[in-house]
């Protein structure tokens, strides 16, 4: 099905979360480069064949993956979830993901299952806002790919109690300025 759906759609890149399986690097052209951790929980990049990436790095726990392709930056990002678990998430980007990150000023996307958000426009509900994050994203000049304001909302996580969107895209300024489309 993962398949079927990166042929259709033409994806050069796919960033997955929350991967238990390493049966990835049997999908037919392309190359899977995973990092599972110590749960048995982690995450992969996707990418065409003949898209080479370069300074692969991945985080012990799983929970981070990154790569560069052609000068830019690419962070897939899985973070703890679960209000009990805010002061893991907030250890996590605070500390973890530093080996992630590149060492000179470059064009970046950093996309993933965040856990929290950082705009109340991202939930219908009291949202996990995350203050180192938050930092992260400003320190970086990381915008959030969608765009503001929100025309309509999008949320990527439903409960009883409400929507949120925990799931995103942030990049470099220049990246989204240059964006042709999202999928």
């Known amino acids: 099905m993962l398949e079927d759906f990166l042929r259709r759609q033409d994806i050069d890149f796919a960033l997955l979360q929350e991967v238990t399986r390493a049966d990835l690097t049997t999908l037919r052209r392309y190359t899977a480069h995973i990092n599972t951790g110590t ?3 982690g995450t992969a990049i996707l990418a065409k ?4 990436l370069s300074d692969i790095r991945r985080i012990p726990s799983g929970r981070g993956i990154a790569a560069t392709y052609n000068g830019i930056r690419i962070i897939n ?3 703890p979830s679960g ?10 980007y605070n500390t973890e993901i530093i080996p ?9 996307i950093v996309a993933g299952d965040f856990n929290c958000v950082l705009s109340p426009a991202d939930t219908t509900g009291r949202g996990n ?3 180192a994050l938050d930092t992260l994203t400003q320190g970086l000049g990381l915008k959030d ?10 949320y990527t996580h439903y409960t009883t109690a409400g929507a949120s969107r ?3 895209i942030y990049v470099t300024e220049n990246l989204r300025k240059n964006k042709k489309e999202w999928r």
Do not use: C, I
Request: aromatic content about 8%.
């Open 100 to 108: 992630l990150l590149p060492s000179n000023d470059t064009e970046m």
């Open 49 to 52: 064949e003949e898209l080479v």
């Open 83 to 92: 209000a009990e678990k805010r002061n893991a998430r907030e250890s996590f």
């Open 145 to 154: 790919a969608w765009g503001t304001p929100h025309t309509r909302p999008t």
């Open 166 to 168: 925990l799931d995103g």
């Open 39 to 41: 749960d048995r929980k």
């Open 77 to 79: 990002l899985y973070a």
């Open 129 to 131: 806002y995350s203050r």
